[in-house]
């Protein structure tokens, strides 16, 4: 078993594994406690990381107790973490093992910058567990790769081994370990899978997780080929802008793998399948409709399905007392006029006269009902009117803010200054005001 951990190990770590520096995740039941073994006993150098999640009364201190001792015994670094994961979890309308699996990956990746990888303890059962769980669940062929042998910094070099292999070694090596009583608790949906529904495959075939462990080292290989192709489809409908995707619906619905195109796109922002299959079958979907994930929203506009974070609750109103409170926002430089200058025609830049920028002033959403006069235009517009006349769809005029003076706007930020703040002749001297971007 250790001249096959180490073989892995190369696999995953590279030619140079022996000489990397690793942090393995170590609970103190038997898949971790063999796995730290197996550094140990190699000579390689690790950390060992141990999180209590106080779920398990008095047996999560044991455990705690326990792996501390192993470190202190081999003379390795141990950190720990504990967590108040009830209290964490209570309003977070999420799974208690949700919650523990966020806190424990969160906080390995706040430890992980002196270590080459993170090292857990996953094997051949969990494998087949994970892959049967995302079965039930619906899934597309990520989810049945089950568990990858690496993701990013994360290695699973246990993956060849099965859970009796693991316990077997333990027996034969007396390597003590601490027992979880959770795990046999078939109401855990994972529980049930492991100790019910393995065992009757097992019995249809007895080299059930081989043959299993064998079919999604293939899938694993199909599926990077695929990603591989699906993204050069990607690339040619999606456009971003910052935080935002543009999905351009006419070349979108030219590729005859349209629907695929789209759920591995947007299924990395938590959209469900229901959504996805909707905007993918339905090109003629009414403009301005919106569909929603947990992080995100989709809005169907003219020509694109248009993709950003849900909006961040924040002040809507910001008040500006003096230029000092005014340069956080933007750049501000003051210019004496001449007459013959030429300006840039710039969006983001604002030339407004001096004494015509007086405080308070604000930085505020529009509303319906607010106008401007456009510079160089003639007399007064509606906001809402000109949004629609340069074709500017709903998600750009929620992030639209307006710079106003005196109640009057003085510049659709980005977008147009209002003529009754321009520069005229009777100038002396004037604010460049440019927004950064």
């Not at 009583?181 to 529904?197: A, G, K, L, P, Q």
């Amino acid at each position: 078993m250790r001249t096959r951990f180490l073989q892995e190990l190369h696999t995953l770590a590279g030619p140079d594994a022996l000489q990397k520096r690793y942090l393995l995740a170590v609970s103190g039941g038997a898949d971790s406690t063999v796995m730290a073994t197996l550094f140990h006993e190699t000579g390689l150098s690790f950390a060992i990381a141990h999180c209590n999640f106080h779920l398990r009364g008095d047996d999560s201190n044991r455990d705690m107790r326990f792996v501390q001792e192993m470190a202190s015994r081999w003379n390795v670094p141990i950190l720990v973490r504990e967590f108040n994961t009830l209290d964490i979890q209570k309003d977070s309308g999420k799974s208690v093992e949700m919650v523990a699996r966020e806190l424990r990956y969160q906080w390995f990746s706040e430890i992980l910058d002196d270590f080459d990888f993170l090292v857990t303890a996953h094997h051949a059962n969990d494998a087949a567990e994970t892959q049967l769980l995302n079965l039930c669940r619906g899934t597309g062929l990520k989810g049945l790769c089950g568990i990858p042998p690496v993701n990013g910094k994360t290695i699973r070099p246990m993956l060849p081994f099965t859970a009796q292999e693991i316990r077997q070694y333990a027996e034969d090596h007396h390597i003590a370990y601490v027992e979880d009583y959770t795990n046999r608790d078939e109401e855990i949906f994972r529980n049930r899978i492991r100790h019910s529904v393995i065992p009757q495959l097992e019995a249809l075939n007895p080299q059930f997780l081989q043959t299993n462990t064998r079919s999604r080292t293939i899938l694993q290989r199909q599926y990077a080929y695929y990603q591989k192709h699906i993204k050069k489809d990607i690339q040619k409908v999606v456009s971003k802008d910052q935080q935002v995707f543009r999905i351009n619906r006419s070349v979108l619905f030219q590729n005859e793998s349209s629907e695929l195109v789209l759920y591995e796109f947007l299924s990395r922002f938590g959209f469900s399948a229901e959504i996805i299959e909707t905007l993918a079958k339905n090109p003629y979907l009414q403009s301005g409709r919106q569909f929603f994930s947990e992080s995100h929203i989709v809005l169907v506009d003219r020509d694109f399905y248009i993709v950003q974070p849900k909006p961040e609750e924040e002040n809507q109103v910001v008040e500006i007392e003096s230029i000092e409170a005014l340069k956080p926002y933007f750049e501000v430089e003051e210019f004496e006029y001449q007459p013959d200058m030429i300006f840039d025609k710039n969006a983001d830049v604002l030339y407004i006269p001096k004494e015509k920028l007086t405080f308070p002033l604000q930085i505020r959403p529009w509303r319906h009902g607010d106008y401007f006069c456009p510079l160089g235009g003639k007399g007064r517009q509606k906001l809402s009117n000109y949004f629609t006349d340069h074709k500017i769809d709903r998600f750009t005029k929620e992030r639209i803010r307006l710079l106003c003076i005196d109640h009057q706007i003085a510049w659709i930020i980005g977008h147009r200054s209002d003529d009754r703040f321009k520069l005229t002749p009777q100038t002396e001297k004037y604010y460049r005001i440019r927004r950064v971007t």
